[in-house]
C-alpha cells in the first residue's frame, strides 16, 4: 500500500510523462539489484558449467520443469505445464503473446506518446533490445534457485515458485547490495503498476467519460477527472493484488487475465485492421463474446467439468477459445449491420493509406538510415535468432 500511494502521487500530479521517466530510472534498480544476483549465484554454483552440472544431478532426482515442449502430444500431455502443442503454439504463442505486445495499453501508451510517427514506430523495437537480456537476469536466477533452494516449488509452505528470486536475494547478497535488490523488486512493481494505472485512467477518462458521458468540457476538466480515475485505479490494483495471491503463481494469474481480456481484443484488432467491411457492433459484440468464452472455460476447468490439465494450460485454451469466438461473432454480426465508410478508416486499415504523405514535415534527420523501422527490426530479429543459437548449442 505504500508503494501504490507513491504511485499515486507522482502519477496524479505529473500523468504519463512521470510514469515513463520513473519507469527509465526504475529499469536501471531493477538491473542494478538483479545483475549482481545473476553473477553471485552463477559463482555459487560453478558457473554456467556447474549450474548444468546441478541442473543434470537434480533432473536425476525428479523433473523441474525445464522442458515445456516434452509430452506435448495431442490427447497424451505429459509434460510439466500440462499443456499440449495446440495450446502453446496458438493459444500463448500466437494469441497471448502476440495480443500482448499490439493490444496492451499499457504497452501501446509508450508509442502513443511520442513526439512524431517516426519515434512511434521505434519505440518498441528501440524497447526489443534490452529486452533481449532480460531472461539472463530472469530465467537464470530461476535455475539456481531450483537446485540450491530445497523444498522450492512444493505443494505446501511458503516456497512457492514466487519466492524464488526473495530467498536468493536473503542467501546470496550483503546487506548493501540486499537493499539495492529489495529496491528493484520495489521498482518493478511500481513500474507495473504505474503502467496500467496511467492506461486505466486514459482509457475512463478519455476513451469512455469524454466520448460518451460529458463531451466538449475544457482540458482542466478532463485532467481533474483522470486524476480521480487515477485514485479509484489505485484502489483497484491494491485489491488486485489481494485476488492475485489466492492463485498458484503470479504467471497463472496473468495469463487468466490476459486471456480475458487481451486475447479477444486482439481478435477485434487484428480482424478489423485487414478487413475493412468489420462494423463497430460486429467489434463490440465480438469482443464480449470472446470474454464470455475465455471466462467460461476458465471456470469450466477450475470447477471441474472441464479437465484441460494445469490452470496455465486452461488459460491457453481459453485464450484460443476467446480468439476464435472473437471472430466468428464479429464476422458474423459485421455481415448483418452497416460498415463505416472508407474516408474514415483510411489511416486505419490495411489498403487505406492515408491521401497525403504523413513523413512530409518530418525533419530530415528522422530519415536516416539507422533510424529505420526495418533495419531496426532486422537486427534485433537477427540478434534474437543469434542469441537462440549461442544458447542452443
Not at 496524479?12 to 538483479?34: H, K, R
Not at 528501440?126 to 536466477?141: D, E, F, G, Q, T
Not at 504523413?358 to 523501422?373: H, K, L, M, Y
Request: hydrophobic share 55%; charged share 10%; no cysteine.
Amino acid at each position: 500500500m505504500l508503494a501504490a500511494g507513491i504511485v499515486l502521487v507522482y502519477i496524479t500530479l505529473g500523468g504519463l510523462s512521470s510514469a515513463i521517466y520513473n519507469e527509465v530510472l526504475q529499469f536501471f534498480v531493477i538491473l542494478a539489484g538483479l545483475v549482481p544476483l545473476t553473477i553471485v549465484g552463477l559463482k555459487v554454483v560453478g558457473g554456467w558449467s556447474g549450474l548444468q552440472d546441478k541442473i543434470s544431478q537434480a533432473q536425476a532426482l525428479g523433473p523441474l520443469a525445464l522442458h515445456p515442449w516434452e509430452g506435448t502430444g495431442v490427447g497424451n500431455v505429459t509434460n510439466p505445464i500440462g499443456a499440449d502443442w495446440i495450446a502453446v503454439v496458438f493459444g500463448l504463442g500466437f494469441v497471448l503473446s502476440f495480443g500482448y505486445w499490439t493490444t496492451n495499453f499499457a504497452e501501446v501508451q509508450r508509442a502513443l506518446a511520442a513526439k512524431n510517427l517516426s519515434a512511434a514506430r521505434r519505440t518498441p523495437l528501440i524497447a526489443a533490445y534490452p529486452k533481449m537480456l532480460i531472461p539472463l537476469i530472469v530465467v537464470v536466477p530461476g535455475l539456481i534457485a531450483a537446485v540450491t533452494v530445497k523444498g522450492l516449488g512444493a505443494k505446501t509452505g511458503d516456497l512457492q515458485y514466487n519466492n524464488a528470486v526473495p530467498i536468493l536475494i536473503s542467501q546470496y547478497l550483503p546487506n548493501g547490495m540486499l537493499g539495492i535488490a529489495i529496491t528493484g523488486l520495489l521498482a518493478a512493481f511500481m513500474a507495473g503498476v504505474a503502467a496500467n494505472v496511467t492506461a486505466f485512467n486514459t482509457v475512463v477518462s478519455y476513451d469512455l467519460w469524454q466520448a460518451y458521458v460529458r463531451k466538449d468540457e475544457p482540458d482542466e476538466y478532463y485532467v481533474r477527472f483522470g486524476r480521480i480515475a487515477t485514485v479509484l485505479g489505485i484502489i483497484v490494483a491494491i485489491g488486485t493484488a489481494f485476488i492475485a495471491a489466492g492463485f498458484n503463481s503470479i504467471m497463472d494469474y496473468i495469463q487468466a487475465l490476459f486471456s480475458f481480456f487481451n486475447a479477444p481484443l486482439f481478435a477485434t484488432f487484428i480482424l478489423a485492421m485487414f478487413w475493412r467491411r468489420a462494423t463497430p457492433w460486429g467489434g463490440f459484440w465480438g469482443l464480449a463474446s470472446g470474454t464470455f468464452a475465455a471466462v467460461a472455460v476458465h471456470f469450466l476447468h477450475s470447477r471441474g467439468p472441464l479437465d484441460l490439465g494445469s490452470p496455465l494450460a486452461a488459460d491457453f485454451w481459453g485464450a484460443g477459445a476467446a480468439f476464435v469466438v472473437d471472430v466468428v461473432v464479429t464476422v458474423a454480426v459485421s455481415l448483418t449491420t452497416q460498415p463505416k465508410p472508407d474516408h474514415e478508416l483510411r489511416g486505419l486499415v490495411w489498403g487505406l493509406t492515408e491521401t497525403e504523405d504523413t513523413t512530409a514535415e518530418e525533419d530530415p534527420a528522422e530519415r536516416v538510415w539507422w533510424r529505420r523501422p526495418v533495419v531496426l527490426g532486422g537486427v534485433a530479429l537477427a540478434l534474437t535468432a543469434l542469441l537462440y543459437l549461442v544458447l542452443l548449442f
